[in-house]
């Protein structure tokens, strides 16, 4: 019911940053009720959770490793999810995917994909 469509990754050295978009090919009244979230999986390792955020309240969640450096953010009017991601650090390479979630899950570590984008890589040389 919903296509995810994502921009914005690349290559960064160590303390830049990077905005990454996520454009929803859905009715806006019905975006807006969408929780939204956006996740990231590095080879040899499980896919985490990045940062959440509610539906028009948007309240927002994140992971402790990424908390006071990303900023989730979502544009209603456009259907747009935002990752915003300052001092990026090696540790932060991975691919990076926006996905709908379960909303009763959106302050979870592992809240529940309905749906998701094809990934856009991010890379961070050490």
């Known amino acids: 019911q919903v296509q995810l469509v994502e921009s914005g990754g690349g290559s960064v050295q160590a303390g830049g940053s990077l905005r990454l978009s996520c454009a929803a090919s859905?009715?806006?009244?019905?975006?807006?009720?969408?929780?939204m979230g956006w996740f990231r999986q590095a080879p040899g390792k499980e896919r985490e959770g990045v940062a959440s955020?509610?539906?028009?309240?948007?309240?927002?969640h994140y992971a402790d490793s990424v908390k006071g450096r990303f900023t989730i953010s979502r544009d209603n009017g456009m259907n747009t999810l935002y990752l915003q991601m300052n001092s990026l650090k090696p540790d932060d390479t991975a691919m990076y995917f926006c996905?709908?979630?379960?909303?009763?899950?959106?302050?979870?570590?592992?809240?529940?994909?309905?749906?998701w984008g094809q990934g856009t890589q991010v890379t961070v040389p050490s």
């Open positions: 859905v009715d806006r009244n019905m975006f807006s009720r969408y929780c």
């Open positions: 955020i509610s539906t028009n309240t948007q309240i927002t």
């Open positions: 996905a709908r979630i379960l909303c009763s899950d959106y302050n979870t570590k592992t809240p529940t994909i309905l749906s």
